[in-house]
């Protein structure tokens, strides 16, 4: 690369242009840490550990160093211009020991204890190594089945998933938070009835669940019919459902609790490349990448805000110049495969064999907002094809050209592309559209495929400051147009959209829609639109409002089957007041009352003899068992005691439980209580009794509203009620800042600090 003093020039530019959040991000995730904790390189020295790194890979196809010298230099460029940026684990991982560098792996499970177990292992070392795994349990016997082995019987998929997800509870990536696990069932399975209920009767919080629907069982809906269920032991018909009420069952689950996400099986292998290494039977954990059991993808995204050329007949895309970032992407993607330390002999030899690649997009609704189109049109629509597919034109191309250097991939005999008259590529496939949450932070722009979240937004720091934070490129319009001012943005921070405000001139508002304040049809439509042009899958979440009604969900869902698209993920929003990232109206606060002086209220001590009751709740981390006891004066004491799957740590739920219990004691109102405890949020949030349960501090909130209402009826009442709003915020909290998460194809990212549930 250049020399000391030319990078260290160019090195200061790049990290004094980067957002502050960029920066806060990368120095909390990704830049290398000493001892301490702290960094001990800067985003430019990471973008030259990581350039460097992998252009040492074109030294295994007779590149000389001075070649070398000039890829990396490259590269650096591509990643430092923002035009384009690989996964996470690539910015992490490569030029250091672990060199890990793909965010997503498929692993296979038999109907055997010792493949369950063994995936279990591999799954700790994938999880271990920063991967995401996603797994089709499809091949295990149905519970109740004969196990001639042992003369007993199965106890089917649901109850082994539980296995994988208290593994991937124990096992934390990097040290720094756990994996993320994709769970597939056949709809034709015996136990699919189970499975799709699953996430809201049981603990599977490390867990996205999608039903794998086939073209039989659709047809089947279409008819009104009953369509047959095989036991995969040995291919028996093992039953029949009636097709419509599975999938209204599958409609409700996902509209109560986002989950399960529906994938069109047949649709993924028809699309299937290498078809005679085997079938597609799962996707990652987000759901954008099939992939062959013991196969792994490395991903990528181009930065489309990028590519706007402001002209004098008015702004247009810059297709020459997204042409040789594709090509140059390409080049760095294939090379990633190379250096590439896989966790796993099986899926290294796949993973080199099938040569998978996955270029994606990010900065679509900035694109299209510079470009003066409003995400929810038709000209938007087309714009999305038309883009995506020069995308895979040009990634096509790219392949090919390495192909002429470097080889076809291994398995390219037997392939879709082993024809006469078919094309001869490097890479299997070339193109998916993934979920980007921290990426985009890095870049500052929208992430993936997605509309903007917000247009500005309330994020409450310490001591209740509220910091009012705009989308830039709507700040900057403002400005030019002349109806910025401070007091509009707090308006719009309020709201989070600007639809309705005629502060905002007409043709601003068109442009700036936020995720909910676009139909969920163009959600799908959009998705539609890249899904057409794109090799694997599309990550896109469609957004619902919280009133929404399941037959809203089921239209989403016909549609996308019509469209072609290959997969759903549906989220079923809300607001919280005084949530950290406020994009609803925040309550305000009355007048305090006057403090009471130290010393002035003393607990009362507790009694010998205390009568009460135990209430076992579902929560994100398992079954909570709240004790609540009350003497003669009243409630006075709560004990919580989690179920056998773990969860939060034992010391903050002792610590919740005593302080609760001396408030009582003290004479503080449990209703006062109840509203501090409700509401309170963690990243996996349950349903239970047809309710949401928050946190495990909601639980508690929701055990004493049960238990003043048993000692008011002297009927116990299980079923979770709504407190106030407590309800309405669906979004969850994120674990490290507090900042409210968004939700994106399964995942949770938070764009405050760059937590993200999923690699």
């Not at 000389?64 to 990396?72: F, H, Q, R, S």
């Not at 030029?95 to 296979?108: D, Y």
């Not at 090509?327 to 590439?340: K, W």
């Not at 998978?356 to 714009?383: C, F, N, P, T």
């Amino acid at each position: 690369m250049a020399d000391a003093n030319e990078r260290t020039t160019y090195s200061r530019v790049v990290d004094e242009t980067l957002s502050p959040n960029s920066l806060k991000v990368l120095q909390k995730r990704y830049l290398r840490k000493g001892d301490d904790g702290q960094p001990v390189e800067r985003p430019s020295d990471m973008f030259i550990r990581v350039a460097e790194n992998i252009a040492s890979a074109d030294a295994r196809y007779g590149a000389d160093e001075t070649t070398v010298t000039e890829t990396a230099e490259d590269f650096y460029d591509l990643m430092t211009s923002l035009d384009f940026l690989p996964n996470s684990p690539t910015l992490m991982n490569a030029g250091r020991e672990l060199q890990q560098l793909s965010a997503c792996f498929v692993l296979p499970v038999a109907d055997s204890m010792e493949s369950i177990f063994g995936a279990v292992r591999d799954t700790a070392l994938i999880h271990k190594s920063g991967g995401g795994t996603g797994f089709s349990f499809s091949r295990l016997r149905p519970a109740g089945d004969a196990v001639r082995s042992t003369q007993g019987v199965s106890s089917g998929p649901v109850s082994f998933m539980r296995v994988f997800n208290q593994a991937t509870e124990a096992v934390k990536q990097g040290g720094t938070r756990r994996g993320a696990n994709m769970g597939v069932l056949r709809v034709d399975h015996p136990d699919i009835l189970s499975f799709i209920k699953c996430k809201a009767e049981g603990d599977f919080s490390n867990f996205n669940i999608s039903v794998a629907l086939t073209e039989k069982f659709m047809e089947a809906v279409r008819n009104g019919t009953s369509y047959e269920l095989i036991n995969p032991r040995d291919g028996s018909v093992a039953g029949s459902l009636d097709a419509r009420e599975v999938y209204e069952l599958i409609v409700e689950m996902a509209w109560a609790t986002g989950d399960p996400g529906i994938i069109f099986i047949d649709r993924m292998n028809r699309d299937n490349p290498t078809p005679q290494l085997g079938e597609i039977e799962s996707t990652n954990p987000c759901g954008e990448q099939p992939l062959l059991p013991y196969e792994a993808c490395n991903l990528g995204s181009v930065n489309l805000s990028r590519f706007v050329l402001q002209r004098e007949d008015g702004p247009a895309v810059d297709w020459d110049r997204l042409a040789d970032v594709v090509h140059r992407s390409v080049h760095f993607l294939d090379d990633v495969i190379d250096m590439n330390e896989y966790p796993l002999p099986n899926i290294a030899e796949l993973a080199r064999g099938n040569r998978k690649i996955g270029l994606g997009v990010m900065g679509w609704a900035d694109m299209l907002i510079k470009l003066g189109i409003a995400y929810d049109s038709e000209e938007a629509v087309s714009l999305g094809e038309k883009v995506m597919g020069f995308i895979e034109a040009e990634a096509r191309a790219a392949s090919a050209r390495l192909a002429e250097e470097r080889g076809t991939f291994p398995n390219f005999a037997g392939s879709i592309y082993d024809t006469p008259e078919g094309v001869r590529l490097r890479n299997a496939t070339v193109t998916t559209v993934a979920p980007t949450g921290t990426l985009s932070i890095i870049a500052n722009v929208s992430s993936g495929i997605e509309p903007l979240f917000a247009v500005s937004y309330v994020r409450t720091v310490m001591d209740n400051d509220r910091l009012i934070e705009a989308n830039p490129l709507f700040e900057d319009l403002a400005v030019k147009r002349g109806f910025y001012s401070r007091e509009l943005m707090s308006l719009i921070a309020e709201h989070g959209s600007v639809q309705g405000m005629d502060e905002v001139p007409e043709d601003v508002r068109r442009m700036f829609v936020t995720a909910h304040d676009i139909s969920p049809l163009w959600h799908v439509r959009m998705q539609a639109a890249f899904q057409k042009y794109t090799d694997n899958a599309v990550s896109k979440t469609v957004n619902f409002a919280h009133d929404t009604t399941p037959e809203d969900v089921r239209e989403v869902y016909d549609l996308a089957y019509e469209l072609g698209v290959k997969g759903v993920t549906i989220y079923r929003d809300g607001s919280k007041e005084n949530q950290v990232l406020s994009t609803g109206k925040t309550a305000r606060a009355g007048e305090a009352p006057s403090p009471a002086k130290p010393g002035e209220i003393e607990p009362r001590p507790r009694p010998s003899v205390t009568i009460g009751r135990t209430e076992k709740i579902q929560t994100g981390c398992g079954n909570l068992y709240v004790t609540i006891n009350s003497d003669e004066y009243g409630l006075c004491e709560v004990f919580t005691q989690m179920g056998k799957s773990g969860g939060c740590a034992s010391s903050q739920s002792e610590a919740l439980s005593r302080m609760v219990s001396m408030s009582l004691r003290a004479g503080v109102d449990p209703d006062a209580i109840i509203k501090q405890l409700r509401g309170i949020r963690c990243p996996s949030p349950a349903w239970a009794q047809g309710g949401k349960v928050l946190s495990c501090a909601d639980a508690v909130g929701i055990a004493l509203e049960h238990y003043l209402e048993w000692m008011k009826t002297g009927e116990a009442s299980f079923g979770v009620t709504k407190h106030g709003d407590a309800l309405d915020n669906l979004s969850g909290q994120c674990p490290e800042c507090g900042g409210a998460v968004e939700h994106e194809s399964g995942c949770m990212v938070c764009r405050a600090c760059g937590y993200s549930k999923c690699a």
